[in-house]
C-alpha cells in the first residue's frame, strides 16, 4: 500500500476520533445546511453524503462551499466516474459498498482516502492488496457483525474496519471496544424520515447520544 499523505492521515484520524459516521441519504440538497448545522451542533463535523439520490452529488458540493472545514465525504460510491465526481465536486474521503479497483485508483490518484465495502477474507485481501485506506465491512450485522470482525483480527491484523449496516446505539459500544475497528458508519441519527419531517433537533439530539456513547466504549 502506498504511503498515505498528511491530507489522508488526518481525515481517517478525524473519523476514528469520532468514532461514529453519519451516513447520509438526501432526498433534497436544500436540506444540506440544516442537516450540516444539526450534526455540528451535536458535537459531529464529519458525514458521508451517498450518492442513493440525485441530490448526493450537489450536497457534497454545497457543504464543502458552505462549511470548508467539515469532513465531507462521498458514500455509494460505485464506479470510475462516480470516484472522478465526487472528488471534482470537494469529496474529502471516498466511500465504496464494494471493492472496485478502478474507484479504489481514482481515490489514491487524488490522493484521497478510500473505504471500500468487504465481507469475506476474499474481498478483504482484495481490498488491501487494491490499496484502500480501511475497509468497510458492510453490511456488518447481516454477515455476522462482531464475531466476524473478531475472526478478521487473526489473518488482518494490521487492517482497521468500518463496519456499516445494522449498527445502533444498541451495539455501538461493542463494536467500537474491538481493536480492529476505528468507526461505526451509521444512519439512525440522519434516517431519511428525520430529514423529510424536517426533525433537525433530533437529529442533533441522536448525534450528541452516538459520540457520548462512542467516547464511553474508548474510554473503557
Same mark, same amino acid.
Given at each position: ?64 462551499? @458552505? ?125 431519511? @424520515? ?27
Amino acid at each position: 500500500m502506498d504511503a498515505m499523505t498528511e491530507h489522508e492521515t488526518t481525515a481517517l484520524a478525524r473519523i476514528g476520533q469520532l468514532g461514529v459516521l453519519p451516513v447520509v441519504e438526501l432526498p433534497d440538497a436544500d436540506a444540506a445546511p440544516a442537516l450540516a448545522e444539526a450534526l455540528m451542533a451535536g458535537g459531529m463535523d464529519a458525514a458521508e453524503i451517498t450518492l442513493r439520490t440525485a441530490a448526493g452529488l450537489d450536497t457534497i458540493r454545497s457543504l464543502r462551499r @458552505r462549511y470548508p472545514d467539515m469532513l465531507v465525504g462521498a458514500g455509494t460510491v460505485r464506479t470510475r466516474e462516480d470516484a472522478e465526481r465526487v472528488i471534482d465536486a470537494g469529496a474529502r474521503f471516498v466511500v465504496s459498498p464494494g471493492t472496485n479497483v478502478e474507484v479504489i485508483e481514482v481515490a489514491r490518484a487524488a490522493g484521497t482516502p478510500v473505504l471500500a465495502g468487504a465481507c469475506t477474507p476474499t474481498e478483504v485481501d482484495a481490498a488491501v492488496r487494491a490499496g484502500v485506506d480501511a475497509v468497510k465491512f458492510f453490511p456488518a450485522q447481516a454477515m455476522g457483525g462482531i464475531p466476524v470482525l473478531r475472526a478478521f483480527a487473526g489473518p488482518f491484523g494490521d487492517v482497521s474496519f468500518v463496519p456499516t449496516g445494522g449498527i445502533s446505539p444498541a451495539n455501538l459500544a461493542e463494536y467500537l471496544s474491538l481493536p480492529n475497528v476505528i468507526a461505526c458508519g451509521g444512519t439512525w441519527m440522519v434516517a431519511p @424520515r428525520l430529514i423529510v419531517e424536517e426533525r433537525f433537533d433530533l437529529v442533533e439530539e441522536l448525534t450528541r447520544a452516538a459520540l457520548a456513547i462512542a467516547a464511553e466504549a474508548r474510554d473503557a
